[in-house]
């Protein structure tokens, strides 16, 4: 049976379809009538947003301390912008100052039904998802933050140097892989999970281990956080998330010619989201041609910030057109476009990460 295009896709951020985002939040004793007026004085300036549709604050009737929050918006990207901004940091933090917990979920819209949808005066932009999306139950990932210049080495010491945590998290949750690359003084942490990332991230962070480089690595992180301090990890890690925005992959399994690279682009001031869709873009079209090199590709974008994780059969530089994903000189002058350049034409070569570790969960019996 052939394996469509469409079918290859099972993460993207660019079909234009709605995106519904669902917050379940677990608020600490007695912080429920402070987190309502904090939600008040937030959801008039959430209203003003590009591509927000609508909102509700939802609580339960079964448990004053659990609260959930859902929002519709004509485009994941528009979403994408506004969570991932400073100005949202800033924002959320007096509803942050009473969660408990907190546990976002991002939905593209597929089907609608009943009166009120019918009736909805919702922008002409805003369409609904044309098919279900197929894929093996993988949710990536990946974390994004710079060091202090000369801590380099050291850096990439430490986060080698620690023993992998148990794959197995519980009964529905199992880490596949984490893959670290650096380029210059940044860092990205790239991570696959099989089951529910966030029940993922905290196992990872539980691991003694784990602890200890993070620790470690404290002292060379160009801005300062403190890891016992719940407040001061959270908004560090919400500025350090580098979502995944779109992902497609050949439908063969992997195999051992089959060699995992990360390529960094600066995008020029606001053309993050534009960066992104082209890059998908070529490998959406190499993925059509059953010899290329590319097996898959996760495209990661936040702001100005894009990385591209490719696994690719065969040296990277073998088909540098292709693997870089500019084949041909009008590619190669669009990528050149959107990318920051420092007084010379842009080589593809410049966006090529280091490795600094690829681990594989072992495969299970």
Not at 14 to 26: E, H, I, K, T, Y
Not at 37 to 42: D, I, T
Not at 105 to 127: I, M, N, S
Not at 256 to 265: K, N
């Amino acid at each position: 049976m052939t394996t469509t295009l469409s079918e290859r896709v099972s993460q993207s951020a660019f079909d234009g379809s709605m995106l519904r985002v669902v917050l379940l939040m677990d608020l600490h004793e007695g912080t429920q009538q402070q987190f309502f007026e904090a939600y008040e004085q937030l959801r008039h300036d959430i209203a003003s947003v590009p591509g927000h549709i609508s909102d509700q604050l939802c609580q339960s009737f079964e448990n004053p301390s659990q609260w959930l929050i859902t929002s519709e918006w004509e485009s994941a990207p528009q979403y994408l912008a506004w969570v991932n901004s400073e100005h949202h940091a800033e924002q959320v933090k007096p509803l942050g100052a009473c969660a408990r917990a907190m546990r976002p979920l991002k939905f593209t819209v597929l089907r609608e039904t009943g009166r009120g949808y019918d009736q909805a005066a919702r922008p002409a932009t805003a369409r609904l998802q044309s098919a279900p999306r197929l894929g093996a139950g993988i949710v990536r990932h990946a974390l994004t933050f710079t060091v202090k210049p000369g801590s380099e080495k050291e850096v990439a010491s430490i986060l080698s140097s620690y023993a992998s945590p148990e794959a197995r998290v519980d009964d529905h949750t199992r880490l596949c892989r984490t893959s670290l690359f650096m380029h210059g003084n940044r860092v990205v942490r790239t991570v696959e999970v099989q089951g529910d990332l966030m029940a993922a991230l905290r196992h990872v962070s539980e691991q003694p281990g784990v602890r200890a480089a993070e620790e470690a690595l404290n002292p060379h992180l160009e801005k300062d956080r403190n890891l016992n301090d719940p407040e001061s990890a959270r908004m560090f890690f919400m500025r350090a998330a580098l979502p995944a925005v779109h992902h497609i992959a050949a439908p063969e399994p992997e195999s051992a010619e089959v060699q995992r690279h990360a390529l960094f682009y600066q995008a020029k001031p606001g053309c993050g989201v534009a960066l992104a869709k082209f890059l998908a873009r070529q490998d959406e079209e190499a993925a059509r041609h059953p010899a290329s090199p590319v097996r898959s590709s996760s495209i990661f974008q936040r702001d100005d910030i894009v990385v591209r994780l490719i696994d690719v059969r065969g040296a990277l530089d073998a088909e540098p057109g292709t693997n870089f994903g500019v084949l041909g000189p009008r590619k190669a002058a669009v990528l050149d476009r959107l990318t920051v350049r420092s007084g010379r034409r842009v080589r593809a070569a410049d966006h090529t990460m280091n490795l600094i570790t690829d681990r594989r969960a072992p495969a299970e019996p």
